[in-house]
């Protein structure tokens, strides 16, 4: 009889144990795919502003060529 619930609950500690586990490796997963869709994001954010600002360099150097005519 002892034995028997002193094996149910070792059992139940294990079975804690598995979702408490899972968990965790469902919140890592998680995490990571924050940390890489912020890294997209930053990297968009870049490649759009240098593209504005290319398209601001060329703007001023044509309004300089155009100047000097």
């Not at 979702?19 to 869709?37: A, K």
């Amino acid at each position: 009889m002892f034995l028997d619930q002193e094996l149910k609950k070792i059992q139940e500690d294990k079975n804690r144990l598995v979702i408490c586990c899972d968990l965790r490796r469902r919140l890592v997963h998680i995490e990571v795919q924050d940390i890489w869709s912020g890294v997209r994001r930053s990297l968009s954010n870049l490649t759009l502003g240098l593209a504005v600002a290319e398209q601001i360099l060329n703007f001023l150097r044509d309004r300089k060529g155009s100047c000097r005519r």
